[in-house]
T-cell receptor, first 108, second 114 residues
Framework: EDQVTQSPEALRLQEGESSSLNCSYTVSGLRGLFWYRQDPGKGPEFLFTLYSAGEEKEKERLKATLTKKESFLHITAPKPEDSATYLCAVQATYKYIFGTGTRLKVLA | NAGVTQTPKFQVLKTGQSMTLQCAQD?????MYWYRQDPGMGLRLIYY???????DKGEVPNGYNVSRLNKREFSLRLESAAPSQTSVYFC?????????????FGEGSWLTVV
Protein backbone atom coordinates (compact mmCIF):
# COMPACT_ATOMS: atom_id res chain seq x y z
CA GLU A 1 0.00 0.00 0.00
CA ASP A 2 1.28 3.46 -0.92
CA GLN A 3 1.99 5.42 2.24
CA VAL A 4 3.67 8.59 3.50
CA THR A 5 4.71 9.07 7.12
CA GLN A 6 6.06 12.34 8.50
CA SER A 7 7.97 12.81 11.73
CA PRO A 8 7.98 14.38 14.17
CA GLU A 9 4.32 15.43 14.39
CA ALA A 10 5.35 18.65 16.10
CA LEU A 11 8.66 20.43 16.65
CA ARG A 12 9.57 23.45 18.71
CA LEU A 13 12.86 25.19 17.95
CA GLN A 14 14.60 28.25 19.24
CA GLU A 15 15.42 30.86 16.64
CA GLY A 16 18.70 29.84 15.00
CA GLU A 17 18.44 26.19 16.11
CA SER A 18 18.78 24.07 12.96
CA SER A 19 16.88 20.80 12.57
CA SER A 20 15.41 18.35 10.05
CA LEU A 21 11.95 17.07 9.27
CA ASN A 22 11.52 13.53 7.96
CA CYS A 23 9.21 12.11 5.30
CA SER A 24 9.28 8.33 4.85
CA TYR A 25 7.43 6.80 1.96
CA THR A 26 6.50 3.50 0.39
CA VAL A 27 5.19 3.79 -3.13
CA SER A 28 5.43 1.81 -6.30
CA GLY A 29 6.70 3.88 -9.17
CA LEU A 30 7.61 7.20 -7.56
CA ARG A 31 7.00 10.04 -10.03
CA GLY A 32 7.90 12.85 -7.66
CA LEU A 33 8.14 13.91 -4.03
CA PHE A 34 6.79 17.29 -3.01
CA TRP A 35 7.18 19.56 0.00
CA TYR A 36 4.61 22.18 0.94
CA ARG A 37 4.29 24.80 3.62
CA GLN A 38 0.84 25.44 5.12
CA ASP A 39 0.05 28.44 7.30
CA PRO A 40 -3.05 28.45 9.53
CA GLY A 41 -6.15 29.24 7.52
CA LYS A 42 -4.35 28.91 4.19
CA GLY A 43 -3.89 26.34 1.48
CA PRO A 44 -0.64 24.38 1.05
CA GLU A 45 2.05 26.45 -0.65
CA PHE A 46 4.46 24.61 -2.93
CA LEU A 47 8.13 24.55 -1.88
CA PHE A 48 10.04 21.81 -3.73
CA THR A 49 9.74 18.86 -6.09
CA LEU A 50 12.32 16.06 -6.02
CA TYR A 51 12.37 13.33 -8.62
CA SER A 52 15.24 10.96 -7.96
CA ALA A 53 17.43 9.70 -5.12
CA GLY A 54 20.37 11.97 -4.45
CA GLU A 55 18.59 15.09 -5.64
CA GLU A 56 18.72 18.21 -3.45
CA LYS A 57 16.97 21.58 -3.69
CA GLU A 58 17.37 24.75 -1.65
CA LYS A 59 15.35 27.85 -0.98
CA GLU A 60 16.51 30.40 1.57
CA ARG A 61 16.85 28.51 4.89
CA LEU A 62 15.28 25.30 3.56
CA LYS A 63 16.99 22.39 1.87
CA ALA A 64 15.20 19.24 0.71
CA THR A 65 16.96 15.94 0.04
CA LEU A 66 15.72 12.60 -1.29
CA THR A 67 16.78 8.97 -0.86
CA LYS A 68 15.04 5.83 -2.11
CA LYS A 69 12.95 5.58 1.06
CA GLU A 70 12.77 9.03 2.62
CA SER A 71 13.15 12.75 2.23
CA PHE A 72 14.44 15.32 4.67
CA LEU A 73 13.61 18.99 4.92
CA HIS A 74 16.54 20.67 6.60
CA ILE A 75 15.90 24.05 8.21
CA THR A 76 19.06 26.07 8.85
CA ALA A 77 19.01 28.87 11.44
CA PRO A 78 15.20 29.12 11.44
CA LYS A 79 13.32 32.33 12.16
CA PRO A 80 9.89 32.74 13.77
CA GLU A 81 8.39 33.34 10.31
CA ASP A 82 9.31 29.76 9.39
CA SER A 83 6.64 28.56 11.83
CA ALA A 84 4.08 26.57 9.83
CA THR A 85 2.98 23.04 9.07
CA TYR A 86 5.19 21.33 6.49
CA LEU A 87 3.55 18.69 4.31
CA CYS A 88 5.20 15.99 2.26
CA ALA A 89 3.51 14.25 -0.67
CA VAL A 90 4.44 11.62 -3.21
CA GLN A 91 3.03 11.04 -6.63
CA ALA A 92 2.36 7.50 -7.83
CA THR A 93 0.66 7.12 -11.21
CA TYR A 94 -2.36 9.45 -11.08
CA LYS A 95 -2.43 9.91 -7.31
CA TYR A 96 -0.82 12.33 -4.90
CA ILE A 97 -0.50 10.85 -1.40
CA PHE A 98 0.01 13.24 1.49
CA GLY A 99 1.51 12.83 4.92
CA THR A 100 -0.17 14.39 7.96
CA GLY A 101 2.52 17.04 8.31
CA THR A 102 4.97 18.37 10.87
CA ARG A 103 3.88 21.42 12.87
CA LEU A 104 6.93 23.62 13.33
CA LYS A 105 7.06 26.40 15.90
CA VAL A 106 10.13 28.63 15.99
CA LEU A 107 10.47 30.67 19.15
CA ALA A 108 12.11 34.10 19.18
CA ASN B 1 -1.60 35.67 -10.75
CA ALA B 2 -4.72 34.02 -9.25
CA GLY B 3 -3.79 30.32 -9.59
CA VAL B 4 -6.58 28.24 -8.03
CA THR B 5 -9.60 30.15 -6.75
CA GLN B 6 -12.35 28.57 -4.69
CA THR B 7 -15.59 29.92 -3.26
CA PRO B 8 -17.07 30.33 -0.75
CA LYS B 9 -14.37 30.76 1.89
CA PHE B 10 -16.71 29.97 4.79
CA GLN B 11 -20.11 28.29 4.93
CA VAL B 12 -22.40 27.01 7.67
CA LEU B 13 -25.03 24.48 6.65
CA LYS B 14 -27.80 22.71 8.46
CA THR B 15 -27.93 18.93 8.28
CA GLY B 16 -29.69 17.89 5.09
CA GLN B 17 -29.04 21.11 3.18
CA SER B 18 -27.20 21.06 -0.11
CA MET B 19 -24.47 23.32 -1.45
CA THR B 20 -21.86 23.55 -4.18
CA LEU B 21 -18.23 24.56 -3.78
CA GLN B 22 -16.84 26.27 -6.84
CA CYS B 23 -13.27 26.08 -8.10
CA ALA B 24 -11.50 27.65 -11.03
CA GLN B 25 -7.87 27.58 -12.16
CA ASP B 26 -6.11 29.87 -14.61
CA UNK B 27 -2.93 27.81 -15.14
CA UNK B 28 -4.26 25.84 -18.13
CA UNK B 29 -3.92 22.63 -16.13
CA UNK B 30 -5.51 19.42 -17.36
CA UNK B 31 -6.20 17.80 -13.99
CA MET B 32 -8.21 19.06 -11.03
CA TYR B 33 -8.85 17.66 -7.57
CA TRP B 34 -10.98 18.07 -4.48
CA TYR B 35 -9.45 17.21 -1.09
CA ARG B 36 -10.71 17.45 2.44
CA GLN B 37 -8.39 18.11 5.38
CA ASP B 38 -9.25 16.98 8.89
CA PRO B 39 -7.10 17.14 12.03
CA GLY B 40 -4.77 14.14 12.23
CA MET B 41 -6.02 12.75 8.89
CA GLY B 42 -4.05 14.77 6.41
CA LEU B 43 -5.33 15.61 2.96
CA ARG B 44 -7.71 13.00 1.59
CA LEU B 45 -8.80 12.88 -2.04
CA ILE B 46 -12.54 13.11 -2.61
CA TYR B 47 -12.76 13.21 -6.41
CA TYR B 48 -10.47 14.10 -9.23
CA UNK B 49 -10.72 14.92 -12.90
CA UNK B 50 -7.72 13.79 -14.90
CA UNK B 51 -8.85 15.78 -17.92
CA UNK B 52 -11.85 17.74 -19.16
CA UNK B 53 -14.82 15.42 -19.51
CA UNK B 54 -13.65 12.80 -17.00
CA UNK B 55 -14.15 12.40 -13.26
CA ASP B 56 -13.17 9.62 -10.87
CA LYS B 57 -13.66 8.75 -7.24
CA GLY B 58 -10.87 9.22 -4.78
CA GLU B 59 -10.41 7.89 -1.27
CA VAL B 60 -13.54 9.39 0.38
CA PRO B 61 -16.23 10.06 -2.28
CA ASN B 62 -19.38 9.11 -0.35
CA GLY B 63 -21.82 12.00 0.04
CA TYR B 64 -20.25 14.10 -2.71
CA ASN B 65 -20.67 14.68 -6.42
CA VAL B 66 -18.51 16.63 -8.83
CA SER B 67 -18.81 18.33 -12.18
CA ARG B 68 -15.96 19.26 -14.50
CA LEU B 69 -17.70 22.17 -16.17
CA ASN B 70 -14.85 22.97 -18.56
CA LYS B 71 -11.06 22.92 -18.48
CA ARG B 72 -10.95 25.74 -15.91
CA GLU B 73 -13.75 24.82 -13.51
CA PHE B 74 -14.42 21.88 -11.21
CA SER B 75 -17.26 22.00 -8.67
CA LEU B 76 -18.00 19.84 -5.62
CA ARG B 77 -21.59 19.31 -4.50
CA LEU B 78 -22.91 18.10 -1.18
CA GLU B 79 -26.44 16.87 -1.85
CA SER B 80 -27.51 16.31 1.76
CA ALA B 81 -24.94 17.65 4.20
CA ALA B 82 -24.05 15.66 7.31
CA PRO B 83 -22.06 16.73 10.39
CA SER B 84 -19.31 14.29 9.31
CA GLN B 85 -18.73 16.55 6.30
CA THR B 86 -17.59 19.40 8.53
CA SER B 87 -14.09 19.98 7.23
CA VAL B 88 -11.78 22.21 5.24
CA TYR B 89 -12.04 21.59 1.51
CA PHE B 90 -9.23 22.30 -0.92
CA CYS B 91 -9.39 22.42 -4.67
CA UNK B 92 -6.16 21.75 -6.54
CA UNK B 93 -4.88 21.44 -10.07
CA UNK B 94 -1.91 20.06 -11.96
CA UNK B 95 -0.74 19.20 -15.41
CA UNK B 96 -0.82 15.54 -16.42
CA UNK B 97 -0.38 13.76 -13.05
CA UNK B 98 1.59 10.81 -14.39
CA UNK B 99 4.59 12.97 -15.13
CA UNK B 100 5.60 14.15 -11.68
CA UNK B 101 3.94 17.53 -12.12
CA UNK B 102 3.40 19.75 -9.12
CA UNK B 103 -0.10 20.05 -7.69
CA UNK B 104 -1.20 23.56 -6.69
CA PHE B 105 -3.85 24.36 -4.12
CA GLY B 106 -6.50 26.96 -3.54
CA GLU B 107 -6.93 28.79 -0.25
CA GLY B 108 -9.58 26.45 1.12
CA SER B 109 -13.27 26.47 2.00
CA TRP B 110 -14.25 26.04 5.65
CA LEU B 111 -17.53 24.15 5.91
CA THR B 112 -19.44 23.57 9.13
CA VAL B 113 -22.53 21.34 9.17
CA VAL B 114 -24.72 21.72 12.25
Amino acid sequence: EDQVTQSPEALRLQEGESSSLNCSYTVSGLRGLFWYRQDPGKGPEFLFTLYSAGEEKEKERLKATLTKKESFLHITAPKPEDSATYLCAVQATYKYIFGTGTRLKVLA
Amino acid sequence: NAGVTQTPKFQVLKTGQSMTLQCAQDMNHNSMYWYRQDPGMGLRLIYYSASEGTTDKGEVPNGYNVSRLNKREFSLRLESAAPSQTSVYFCASSQVPSSGNTIYFGEGSWLTVV
